[in-house]
Nanobody, 123 residues
């Protein structure tokens, strides 16, 4: 099995910054894409940012210019630096990883999710 453990959420004033991290552990051969999603109450999860194993990044429109995703492949960890936070960034943020595990054929990837971390931005 694979576990994703997030940390770094909390309460911040508008214009402030927060840094999220997510560490993957368990039966991991390699991780392809790692990503952050967020979910507003009553809605589905939406992509914030994603990064592949070669550090190629993709950002959702709301994150462009304010958020930066990065990863440490040696630590199986992904980070999200969030700057100039706005009240509309208030949500639960979920880590996501596309993992190739030992004992499965190469290229057989399984998607895993973290438990979520709440970010609240006050105006």
């Amino acid at each position: 099995q694979v576990q994703l453990v997030e940390s770094g959420g909390g309460l911040v004033q508008a214009g402030g910054s927060l840094s999220l991290s997510c560490a993957a552990s368990g039966n991991i051969r390699s991780i392809n894409v790692m990503a952050w999603y967020r979910q507003y109450e009553g809605e589905g999860r939406k992509l914030v940012a994603a990064i592949n194993a070669r550090a190629r990044t993709t950002y959702g429109d709301s994150a462009k210019g304010r958020f930066t995703i990065s990863r440490d492949n040696a630590k199986n960890t992904v980070y999200l630096q969030m700057n100039d936070l706005k009240p509309e960034d208030t949500a639960v943020y979920y880590c996501n990883a596309d993992v190739e595990t030992h004992g499965k054929p190469p290229g057989y990837n399984v998607e895993y999710w973290g438990q979520g971390t709440r970010v609240t931005v006050s105006s």
